[in-house]
Every structure is written in structure tokens, then in C-alpha cells.
């Protein structure tokens, strides 16, 4: 069995995909499963379309996906990924998509009249010939039907590497460090957090301070920064330059708290490594996991200042400790990367076969009874 893997890039500084394509490969690869990984940075639209109309370069095209079984796209909104669609519909090729929160009410919101075009045009149409929809929490997946009908939909939630992401030794520091961890960008509610700050009161910065990292367009950041002063708090919260890789670990060891409070995510990555290292969160219910308050891993609030206000002063009472304890159980749990691929196999197996014996397809019939 041989899957195509399509993303738009591999580089993790544009957010989610490229991490959980990655986290995946690390398994798949010892598995010794048949994956390419297929950047539409690398071809153009322009051959795309040749392909359809010119004999010579659509056998280019189907000597090239005619090599795989499955595609797997890990991209909705460009010509490129349903220009590749219609290829595999035209060759018999099965293929999936997977979310990634591209279909989430926030994220359609934004470009709204262009997006709805384009599922009217385009997408809904390579939505009905796919073999499955692949979806990380089942919440994602409703919030998506209200955007576009779905077929054949699974749930698995994104996985990490939990020796990679060891759990931290706890110590007790005099000021707690509350840290923001991902994309610089305006769905992630970052205004929302420096405003809470502010109104904190100045007694509050004697135990805990506060760091932003990440990466994102200059614009947006140098936004931040000015609402930094604007709100003039810089002296109790750094923004500092993007980390990746190893360094990203030791940094995220040394947070007491990491806090997210999106309005909107599919499935944060870097929540998921947030718990598994063993740390507190605070998150929104955007967030889609509302499974940390239930296991006393977290907090979950609205997006709201006041909500946060509240969630961050609250920490001065809570039993740190124990709390990223839960984390890292929670992530033992449910989130191990090793688990998560290996149920992706089964489900490629299942279209491979024609067969639906994973546990992890969404029963209709019990959905809607």
C-alpha cells in the first residue's frame, strides 16, 4: 500500500499541518509503510491545468499519482489540491482530507463570500467523490457539516511524541512563568490575553510573568508589540523570537503555565505538547478540549478578558504540581503519537480494502438517533 501525503508546506512556522505530518512520519517510517510527502509549492497551477488538456503532460500526471493507492490532503483551500482531486477521481484513485480546522465557523468567516464560493465551485464537489473525511475531536466535525456535507468521516485525534516531549521536574520558583507558545496571529486570541494582563493587579506580577513566542507575519507582530506598550505591560510580558525544534522543549520546560485562548483551533499541537511535558493549561473552549478541566489538568474559559482575568488570578490558589501531573497522564492517555498513527493505518487499511473494521469511522445512526 502507497500514500501520497499533500500539503501546501512542510515548514513549521506555518503552523499545525507540517508538525502532524512529521509526528506521523516518525511512525510510518518505522512501520515501513510507503509514504511520500507531496508540497504543492513544487508544481504550478499552470501545469496542473496543461495536464488536463494536453495528452503528453496528463500522462506525466497519471504515470506520477497512478504510483499510489491512497491521498492524503492535508490542504483545502487552493486550485492546486483540487485540481490533484480531480485526478485521482479521473484515474480511480482513493483519496481523503483531513481538517485541520480549515472548515471551522471562525476560519470560514474570514474571506467568507470568497470561501463560500469556493466550496460551491469546487470543494464540495471533491468532498463527494472522497473516499473519507478525517476529523480530530467529533466537535470539529460538526462544526465542519455546517460548512459542507460530509461522507464517510473519522475521528482521531492528533498525537506527540511523548519520549521526545519528557515530562518536566517540577520546581517552585519564586515568579511563575505564564507562557503563550504557537502562531503569532489573530485568530489566537493573543489581544485577548495582553488585555486580561493589564488589568491585573500589579501585586499579581510579584509571583508570576509572562512570555509570548511564536512565529507570524511582521505586521501582526509589531501590532502586538505596540499593544504591548499600548497597554503599557512590557515590563511583565517579553515577546521573544520564534523557538523550534530542541530548543522549543527546553523552553517549554522551564513555563509554569502555558495558556491559549483561540477562537479557533482544530487541534493545537502546541497544546498537545504543552500536557505532555506536564504543564497547567489555560485554554478556550475553542479549543476543543474541555477534557483538562474534567481531569484537573487546566482551565477552560471563554474568549474573554474577563474570563482570563479571573482563570490567571485563580492560579495563585491551585495545586500547580498535581495539575501538570493530570497533564501528562491525560496525554499518556489519549494523545500518544505511537497510538494515534497506528489507528491512521487502520483506517488506510480500510479503504485499502473496501472494509470499515476501524472502531474510529463516525456511526451515523448513532449520531443521529
Known amino acids: ?59 506525466k500526471m497519471s504515470k506520477f499519482l497512478l504510483k499510489y493507492d491512497i491521498i492524503h490532503f492535508h490542504e483545502l483551500w487552493t ?31 474570514q474571506r467568507f463570500i470568497k470561501k463560500k464560493l469556493f466550496i460551491k465551485l469546487f470543494l464540495q464537489r471533491a468532498y463527494d467523490y472522497s473516499s473519507a473525511s478525517f476529523f480530530s475531536t467529533f466537535s470539529e466535525y460538526i462544526d465542519a457539516t455546517e460548512n459542507i456535507k460530509v461522507r464517510n468521516a473519522f ?24 507562557v503563550f507558545f504557537g502562531r503569532i496571529h489573530e485568530k489566537k486570541g493573543i489581544e485577548v490575553l495582553l488585555e486580561s494582563i493589564s488589568s491585573l493587579p500589579k501585586n499579581y506580577f510579584h509571583k508570576f510573568c509572562f512570555e509570548i513566542t511564536g512565529p507570524g507575519e511582521e505586521d501582526y507582530v509589531n501590532y502586538i508589540k505596540n499593544k504591548i506598550n499600548e497597554y503599557d505591560i512590557s515590563n511583565y510580558v517579553k515577546l521573544i523570537k520564534p523557538i523550534f525544534n530542541k530548543e522549543k522543549i527546553a523552553y517549554l520546560k ?15 499541537i ?26 484537573n489538568a487546566g482551565i477552560v474559559i471563554d474568549t474573554n478578558s474577563h474570563e482570563l482575568s479571573k482563570a490567571l488570578v485563580s492560579l495563585e490558589e491551585l495545586n500547580l504540581e498535581k495539575m501538570g501531573n493530570n497533564a501528562r497522564t491525560l496525554a499518556e492517555k489519549f494523545y500518544n503519537n505511537i497510538d494515534c498513527t497506528n489507528r491512521l493505518f487502520h483506517i488506510y487499511e480500510d479503504l485499502f480494502t473496501g472494509n470499515r473494521t476501524s472502531p474510529d469511522w463516525i456511526n451515523l445512526d448513532k449520531v443521529n438517533s
Request: charged fraction near 25%.
Open 1 to 59: 500500500m502507497k500514500i501520497l501525503s499533500c500539503i501546501q508546506t512542510m515548514d513549521p512556522s506555518n503552523g499545525g499541518p507540517p508538525i502532524v505530518l512529521k509526528n506521523q512520519l516518525k511512525v510510518i517510517n518505522k512501520n515501513k509503510l510507503h509514504v511520500r510527502v507531496f508540497v504543492f509549492k513544487r508544481i504550478t497551477v499552470t501545469f496542473l491545468l496543461k495536464s488536463i488538456f494536453f495528452p503528453s503532460k496528463n500522462n
Open 79 to 109: 486550485i492546486k489540491a483540487i485540481l490533484v482531486a480531480y485526478f485521482a477521481r479521473k484515474f480511480n484513485i482513493r483519496y481523503l482530507y483531513v481538517g485541520h480546522g480549515y472548515l471551522d465557523p471562525w476560519s470560514v468567516k
Open 155 to 178: 475521528i482521531i485525534p492528533n498525537g506527540t511524541d511523548l519520549i521526545l516531549f519528557s515530562q518536566k521536574k517540577y520546581d517552585k520558583p519564586l515568579i511563575k512563568k505564564i
Open 254 to 268: 522551564q513555563a509554569d503555565v502555558f495558556v491559549l485562548p483561540s477562537f479557533e483551533e482544530g487541534d493545537s
Open 270 to 295: 502546541a497544546l498537545k505538547e504543552a500536557i505532555s511535558i506536564g504543564i497547567p493549561v489555560i485554554i478556550s473552549k475553542q479549543c476543543r478540549m474541555d477534557i483538562v478541566e474534567k481531569c
